[in-house]
């Protein structure tokens, strides 16, 4: 039913209860019993133990567990003990993340007043707000947090903060009159008070219309539900690699195992022969790189401020295309801030940043003392005086205690060097008339030191004018007459026209011991001084961070609850809003379907006055345009979207935990310009994980193929298994690592973001690898020949030499690594870590060369000193070759 709409009296009928007195006990259970608990629902959860083996199912796992199985066969057991522990760590990992992330709900639930004050059988009572029933009457106060959704039917100065459900910076006045807006959005219900939001001022008593799920709160519970969280891209290229490698694996140990049967070797040595290659041909390590290169990309997002909820999220967060961001508190301060001041046909501008007491003042560009204009002076002093707000400091900043407009205008007085202590010692409040959103104003009567009586008013402007008779006029009082009020109306206007929200500054002398007992004696004939505008600004930074992000091919899109004028003046500020980008308000959004969103979605800068259902509509529509989203958000409307889009991203300081929870980062300092140092992180742990599996594949393509020609050419098997399994598992882990860790290229931010359908083998990967690894093959080949046609009865040495070889050419080849163009385009001593690891796996190779108790085991002899300039000269062919070929392509 549409209480809104209705009259009080028609709401207590439509609800069957009184208000006078209350529901009855009975009725109380019977209700609950048909309603159920005012409760949100959390939905059906996986136990424990089934999300744990669920960690199982991934298909490069598969792929591990199988050659656990492979391993243990060739009786490799250390082999296949680190297999099962790759595996093991990686479930528990996928685990624990699974486990955090769906506390979404529970921190929805904590948003629910635990105590509330409800009319029963006629007096008041606390209880548990869980047993709230539709009908039932409550009462609340500044301070106090909803308990459901309630229709209001006393409101005594009543304003509610719902910036976390709606996105609107400033509290909202409620009143208890029935709306004639068709369909308004939650931000315009203003006789309706919802659960889980703040009362900033006031007082007031609602009936409740909706308990539970069916609150607005609740709806967004349900959408959090539902809303569907898929897949990063480099899960699906992991998975379409874990496919390819299978793939040829097998096909290349039933060729290598058929060719070398038929060129007269044994069965059981092909066999396993076969196996090795097989084991090779997967790098088992991948996953386990994989995850620690996004690992230690989580620690140094860290030491950046900002937190990954999700591992996968840094690399998902390179890819984005588009970075949908919430207004409030995300690209503004959520701090009213007094940016211009009128009064008698002069502009003061005021600069200075939240709600820090330090600012300039300018007129007409010039800087000037604000006690040297009576009219200004007056404003700042009168705005400070009918104030109720303060200053605090907490943790060593400045935080406001109060009303937010009021807070501004207490910032603005006391960047001129007023004082309110000081104020209260010179003025003596002897009467107040609080601020009613009927009339839209409060007075306070005060008396100076001189004792002289004044009427002090501030409200809204349109107000303050239709009931002042005189105005101050360059420094001095005349008659407000047609003409000056339409003069002093186009003043307004164009303040608003900035987006300022605009506060009316009046006052009127009364004789001295006058009584005025009522606001209708003290509101009328006043004298206009002037009007004071205010803006939630933009957060120095955030403009520089979206100029980066645009220059980097990457869209910022602002969505907000606030009002379209409000929207498009703080995006135009930003860079966001061009000439040729669309603005769409939320009723524009609600008779769209998301097709119809599609269409126009890519020409959409700025979406307003939207709600939850809104942004998961304009979420949906960029991803089905093909678009990688990122939701950047602080309120539990923003839950549902953050969690539908590839990558949530939550404020760390004013985000509520249910953003928290559904998010896969937050920012620490609710910087967005720290999304920019996430997107450079990104990129990099993504161009480093393609680094790394170029560099494993070429290398396992090399061993693959040196043991296929040899097979082919009718030789002896250059490389025995032990030696494949010490290659593939010892000396390539440490420096494929290290590439995890390399920093990022010049041009990171200036290129475009990947396409969500880029392969990993993409951008000529694929041809690295494959020619990269024939050669490193062809090269460890030849030494083989080489070495066993001078002496063929010294094959275990060859083998020697084709090992030494295929372990150096892969050394040399992981600098070659470090760049998509040529080894020579970066500083080979850049990366420290690629240096070192480099050292300890060539260490691991004369270990196993010359250690006597370890070469009957790797079946190796000592390398005599005139090889090693064989060893290096054809190992370094592969790397050098391509090097050449790229500085004659650049020549050109």
């Given amino acids: 039913m549409k209480f809104h709409e209705m009259e009080i009296k028609q709401v207590e009928k439509a609800l069957e209860t009184d208000f006078s007195t209350g529901l009855l006990s009975e009725e109380v259970k019977k209700r609950i019993s048909k309603y159920g608990l005012n409760e949100l629902d959390e939905g059906e959860k996986q136990s424990a133990l089934l999300l744990f083996f669920s960690q199982f199912k991934d298909f490069m796992v598969l792929i591990l567990l199988a050659a656990t199985l492979i391993s243990g066969l060739l009786g490799e057991y250390i082999d296949a003990i680190a297999i099962i522990a790759i595996v093991i760590i990686n479930g528990f990992l996928g685990f624990f993340q699974e486990r955090k992330a769906e506390k979404s709900l529970s921190a929805l639930k904590e948003l629910s007043a635990p105590q509330v004050s409800v009319l029963r059988e006629g007096q008041w ?99 959090l539900q539902n809303a569907e969280s898929g897949e990063t891209p480099l899960q699906r290229r992991l998975e379409q690699l874990g496919k390819i490698l299978i793939s040829v694996a097998l096909l290349l140990t039933v060729l290598v195992v058929a060719i070398g049967v038929l060129q007269g070797h044994a069965l059981y040595e092909m066999f396993l022969a076969g196996v090795s290659l097989a084991v090779a041909a997967i790098p088992e390590g991948l996953p386990a790189i994989v995850t620690v290169a996004l690992s230690l990309g989580v620690q140094k997002m860290i030491k950046k401020n900002a937190i990954v909820r999700k591992i996968q999220a840094v690399e998902t967060l390179g890819c984005a295309s588009v970075i949908c961001s919430d207004k ?68 060593e900043e ?63 402007p349109d107000v303050i004018l239709g009931i002042s008779e005189s105005i101050l006029w360059e420094e001095k009082t005349q008659y407000l007459g047609k003409e000056m009020k ?49 803006i939630d600004p933009p957060r120095p930074e955030v403009k520089e961070a979206v100029k980066e992000c645009k220059a980097a091919g990457i869209k910022t899109v602002m969505i907000t609850g606030d009002h379209v004028i409000t929207a498009k003046a703080i995006a135009a500020q930003l860079g966001i809003l061009s000439n040729k980008s669309k603005v769409l308000d939320g009723k524009a959004l609600s008779n769209m379907s998301v097709e119809e969103l599609e269409v126009v979605v890519d020409e959409v800068s700025v979406f307003a006055r939207v709600s939850p259902e809104h942004k998961l509509k304009i979420v949906k529509a960029l991803q ?11 309120g539990v409307n923003d839950a549902p979207a953050i969690k539908a889009a590839d990558i949530g991203v939550a404020m760390g300081i004013t985000g509520t935990d249910v953003a928290k929870e559904a998010s896969a980062l937050v920012l620490l300092d609710d910087n967005f310009a720290t999304i920019k140092a996430a997107i450079i992180e990104g990129r990099n742990i993504y161009e480093n994980i393609r680094k790394f599996v170029r560099y494993l594949l070429a290398s396992n393509v090399g061993e693959i193929l040196v043991m296929l020609f040899a097979m082919i050419c009718g030789l002896p098997l250059p490389l025995i298994p032990i030696q494949i399994l010490w290659v593939n598992l010892v000396t390539d882990g440490l420096p494929a690592m290290a590439l995890g860790l390399d920093r990022p290229e010049e041009n990171v931010m200036k290129r475009n ?6 392969g990993v083998f993409s951008r000529g990967l694929g041809w690295k690898v494959v020619s990269r690894g024939f050669l490193i093959g062809i090269v460890t080949l030849f030494s083989f020949i080489i070495v066993y046609h001078n002496d063929t009865s010294r ?40 240096v070192w690891s480099v050292i300890s796996s060539l260490a691991l190779m004369l270990v196993v060369i010359y250690y006597p108790p370890l070469q009957p085991i790797f079946h190796t002899l000592a390398i005599r000193g005139q090889d090693w300039l064989l060893i290096l000269g054809l190992s370094s062919i592969p790397t050098f070759l391509l090097a050449g070929s790229f500085l004659l392509r650049k020549t050109k």
């Fill in 125 to 223: 009572v606390k209880v548990p707000s869980k047993d709230i029933v539709i009908g039932d009457i409550l009462k609340f106060t500044s301070g106090d947090r909803i308990g459901a959704d309630v229709r209001v039917i006393e409101s005594r100065s009543l304003e509610i903060e719902e910036s976390a459900l709606t996105g609107e910076s400033v509290p909202v006045s409620k009143h208890i009159d029935p709306l004639t807006t068709v369909n308004p959005g939650i931000g315009d219900m203003e006789n309706i008070a919802f659960m889980g939001t703040m009362i900033t001022r006031g007082s007031g008593i609602g009936v409740v219309v909706a308990t539970g799920m069916k609150t607005a709160m609740g709806q967004i519970a349900d959408l």
């Fill in 486 to 534: 339409i003069r002093v109306q186009e003043a307004i206007n164009g303040l608003a026209s900035k987006a300022l929200r605009t506060i009316a500054i009046a006052y009127k002398p009364v004789p001295a011991n006058t009584v005025i007992l009522s606001e209708q004696e003290a509101e009328k004939k006043l004298t206009f001084i002037g009007v004071q505008g205010m």
């Fill in 398 to 460: 400045i935080i406001l205690d109060g009303d937010p407009t009021e807070g501004a205008l207490l910032v603005s007085a006391m960047k001129a060097g007023f004082e309110r202590p000081t104020l209260l010692n010179e003025f003596t409040i002897i009467n107040e008339f609080p601020f009613d959103s009927a009339r839209k104003m409060m007075s306070m009567h005060v008396k100076d030191k001189q004792g002289r009586h004044f009427i002090v008013t501030k409200g809204a």
């Fill in 753 to 758: 973001p990947r396409s969500p359908n880029e």
């Fill in 795 to 834: 094959l275990q040495y060859a083998q020697t030499i084709a090992f030494a070889t295929l372990v150096m050419a892969q050394l040399i080849h992981v600098f070659d690594c470090r760049s998509e163009k040529s080894v020579l385009s970066r500083n080979p001593f850049g990366n420290p870590y690629l």
């Fill in 624 to 634: 089905n345009r093909g678009h990688v989203v990122a939701m950047t958000g602080d």
């Fill in 328 to 395: 409030t508190g995300t690209m503004t301060q959520n701090k009213m801030t007094v940016t211009h001041l009128w009064s008698g046909g002069h502009t003061w501008t005021v600069d200075g940043v939240g709600y820090k007491p330090q600012g300039n003042f300018y007129r007409n560009e010039r800087p000037l003392h604000p006690k040297d204009e009576k009219a200004l002076q007056q404003m700042l002093i009168f705005g400070m005086l009918c104030n109720h707000s303060e200053l605090v400091m907490k943790e």
